[in-house]
């Protein structure tokens, strides 16, 4: 069975600040990774995936993510914030199986402040 | 622009009166979710439709029931809501054209509100 830990509920971090939010996964199986952002009131939009190859991941919105396979991590970043990145996110794991289930994280709300 | 869409956004209903979601899609894609999302919670599904294949979780409450009548609509029927109902309902789409760990696509939601 594959779970995922986010390290932090809540990341208060100042505008254009730099930020890192944290994903640890756990699986015995090989996995795909993703973080999704929840606006609120919205659906969740994807971010980012890693589905293979290079280890470090560029999304939309000026993130990024870096697969450590030997810590289990997939922490995502950003250089400079903005107000408009506060937001729920949620880190994700997918099996390599047909189905495609998502395992979400707990979330982190991250609030960006002026 | 191709979407999903959730209807109707906010939906209060009484407790025990049974109560339907919709969504739909203009994506054309072959399987569909549905995930519940509490309040600070991440979203848990509860079952998905693999075409017209059933595949329901198997802690998913026998109080959810769902029905696909073609590729573009999906119902989430909860037959006797309670209290504990109350979330966020989360419809999402994936194409088969890609692998299995393909995107996600997420309507806005529909919020339940159980009196």
């Known amino acids: 069975a594959q779970s995922v830990t986010q390290l932090d509920s809540q990341v208060p971090v100042f505008e254009e600040a730099p930020v890192e939010l944290r994903c640890n996964y756990s699986s015995s199986v090989s996995v795909y990774l993703f973080w999704y952002v929840q606006y609120p009131n919205q659906g969740l939009q994807l971010l980012l995936k890693?589905?293979?190859?290079?280890?470090l991941v560029k999304g939309i919105n000026g993130f990024e993510a870096e697969f450590n396979k030997s810590q289990t991590s997939f922490h995502l970043r950003k250089p400079s914030v903005h107000i408009s990145d506060t937001a729920e996110y949620f880190c994700?794991?997918?099996?390599?199986?047909?189905?495609?289930?998502?395992?979400f994280g707990q979330g982190t709300t991250l609030q960006v402040k002026p | 622009d191709a979407m999903v869409i959730q209807n109707p956004r906010y939906q209060v209903t009484q407790f025990g009166k049974p109560v339907t979601l919709s969504c739909s899609q203009t994506?054309?894609?072959?399987?569909m979710y549905w995930y519940q999302q509490k309040s600070s919670q991440a979203p848990k599904l509860l079952f998905h439709?693999?075409?017209?294949?059933?595949?329901n979780e198997a802690d998913t409450p026998d109080n959810f029931q769902s029905r696909r009548p073609n590729t573009s609509f999906c119902f989430l029927d909860i037959r006797s809501p309670g209290l504990g109902d109350a979330a966020m309902y989360l419809c999402?789409?994936?194409?088969?054209?890609?692998?299995?760990?393909?995107?996600?696509?997420f309507g806005p939601g529909t919020r339940l509100t159980v009196l």
């Open positions: 994506l054309n894609h072959n399987v």
């Open positions: 890693y589905l293979s190859g290079s280890t």
């Open positions: 994700a794991v997918s099996a390599s199986s047909n189905t495609g289930k998502l395992i």
């Open positions: 999402a789409t994936r194409g088969l054209a890609g692998p299995p760990y393909d995107e996600q696509f």
């Open positions: 439709y693999y075409d017209k294949d059933f595949n």
